[in-house]
Nanobody, 117 residues
């Protein structure tokens, strides 16, 4: 599976942004998907994940109630809807995928999100 994240950009605090993760390969439907982010000078942080069916979402504490992860197996894509953005959400966002029982072994190139105050 190859992944490509897109949709990043420069927004103001309080705005919304939707990131997309396009995947190649029919096997993508069998993969769980997650979003991670890494801000300058900081460690990579878990943002959200969902199962291969797009159910049972899980979120990092810092984004709960503001971000929503989804997966569309008919389009071989996953999404991250980000609302009420804050300057501290500024980071490079990466999508990742895993087969059941394995680690997050598939990563796409990130997309930069910058939130100005």
């Amino acid at each position: 599976v190859q992944l490509q994240a897109s949709g990043g950009g420069l927004v103001q605090a309080g705005d919304s942004l939707r990131l997309s993760c396009a995947a190649s390969g029919r096997a993508f439907r069998a993969y769980s998907v997650a979003w991670f982010r890494q801000a300058p000078g900081k460690e990579r942080e878990f943002v959200a994940s969902t199962t291969w069916t797009g159910s049972s979402p899980d979120y990092g504490d810092s984004v709960k109630g503001r971000f929503t992860i989804s997966k569309d197996n008919t389009k071989n894509a996953a999404y991250l809807q980000m609302n009420s953005l804050k300057p501290e959400d500024t980071a490079v966002y990466y999508c990742a995928a895993q087969r059941a029982g394995s680690n997050w072994g598939y990563w796409g190139k990130g997309t930069l999100v910058t939130v100005s105050s």
